[in-house]
């Protein structure tokens, strides 16, 4: 066996995923999360695709006192990846404040606690909304970092600052700042994916509703972008390729492979498509028919943006692989699993 990991947030989306692939490597994790965002029931389809049920512990991040007292039964963590935080930009022009305390104090507990446990490695969710609308594409991990858009984004960029300095301060704490693109998809067993709670915002999900007939139909924002069709372009990456490189990183990590106490890596195929593309990528990956409209631009959207992940590809020696029809075959076969238990996901 491996060292121990926390992994908060790690009944989320990409933490469970993540978890997965900890668990495949022969680490032993342990998952803290308020279960905010996420069910208990997740740790099930952990089990069912690793056969090991992580340790598991329901608390708020926030109050410091609980995880104090976590740390101090679990003095042998070699590691922490802090996935844990509110993630809903829409949600976060709303309601800033929570956002603020939500991401930012989980943090600063998380990094004081290192501290004071001698936990020395921090791998942190960072995004690509950090670099807004770049002027230059592809986006390398010098990008200019512009005004955050949202509440939200502006929790990433100031959470990469708390990290930087409170490195600075202590030679001793080492951190790796993952900037992800645009995840999606599901582990392929079908066991784990993204919770559609309430309405999704996020593409991917709203396609996969609409074509379970949850939703009449999908609605393309905008197709007056400049663009080869008009639509708006991302970098989609696999979910379970996002939680590959997260096993890296904490090896890169532990193993004090790094080449500076804190280091930012892209996290993208590489690869821009557009909305019109994924859909016509999820029609001919499923078999399935989905009705859209083209609808005005959503407010907050940026025009393209995709990784270069030369850095990531060279450095940790880590490539996405699985392409855009493995991500919605995959995020198909999970809206299937769902629709197949519908009942468990409706009733609570
Ligand atoms: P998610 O909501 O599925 O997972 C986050 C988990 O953290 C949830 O299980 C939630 O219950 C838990 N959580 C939130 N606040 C907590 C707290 N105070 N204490 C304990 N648990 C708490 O989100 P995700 O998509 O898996 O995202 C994981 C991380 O990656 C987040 O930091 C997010 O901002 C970042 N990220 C996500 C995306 C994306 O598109 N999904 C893109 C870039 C970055
Ligand atoms: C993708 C594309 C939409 C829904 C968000 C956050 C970002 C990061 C990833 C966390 C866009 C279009 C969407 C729909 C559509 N998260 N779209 N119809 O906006 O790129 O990024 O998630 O860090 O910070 O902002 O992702 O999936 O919402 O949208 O046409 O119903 O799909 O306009 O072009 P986005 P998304």
Request: hydrophobic share 40%; proline share 4%.
């Amino acid at each position: 066996m491996k060292g121990k990991v926390l992994v908060t947030g790690g009944t989320g989306y990409i933490g469970s995923h993540t978890a997965v692939e900890l668990i495949d490597h022969g680490y032993d994790v342990v998952i803290v999360d308020n279960l905010s965002n996420s069910r208990m029931d997740v740790l099930e389809g952990i089990e069912k695709i690793t056969g090991v049920k992580p340790g598991f512990k329901k608390f708020d991040l926030c109050d410091y006192n609980l995880l104090d007292a976590f740390f101090d039964e679990n003095q042998d963590i070699a590691a922490i990846i802090h996935f844990a935080a509110s993630k809903a930009v829409g949600e976060s022009v709303e309601k800033p404040l929570l956002y603020y305390r939500n991401n930012l104090q989980s943090l600063m507990n998380m990094l004081e606690l290192m501290e004071k446990y001698k936990i020395p490695n921090l791998a942190f969710s960072s995004s690509c909304t950090v670099y807004g609308q770049p002027e230059k594409l592809p986006v390398t991990e010098n990008s200019p970092i512009l005004p955050a858009e949202s509440p939200y984004g502006n929790t990433k960029q100031i959470s990469e600052e708390i990290i930087k300095d409170t490195l600075n301060s202590n030679r001793k704490l080492n951190a790796i700042s993952l900037r992800y693109f645009n995840p999606v998809g599901a582990h392929n067993s079908g066991a784990i994916g993204e919770l559609p709670i309430g309405v999704p915002a996020n593409l991917v999900p709203f396609i996969t509703q609409t074509a379970a007939g949850l939703r009449s139909e999908l609605s393309v924002f905008g197709d007056d972008y400049n663009t080869p069709d008009g639509t708006a372009i991302r970098d989609y990456i696999h979910v379970v390729d996002l939680a590959k490189a997260h096993v890296v990183a904490v090896e890169r990590m532990t193993e004090q492979r790094q080449k500076a106490p804190y280091e930012v890596f892209n996290l993208g195929t590489g690869n821009g498509f557009s909305v019109l593309e994924v859909i016509k990528a999820f029609e001919s990956s499923t078999d399935e028919k989905l009705k859209y409209k083209i609808v005005d631009r959503r407010a907050g959207d940026i025009e393209q943006v995709w990784a270069d992940t030369t850095f990531a590809n060279n450095e940790l020696g880590w490539k996405a692989e699985l392409d855009l029809p493995a991500m919605m075959s995959s995020a198909w076969k999970w809206q299937q699993h769902l629709m197949e238990n519908r009942s468990k996901y409706l009733s609570e």
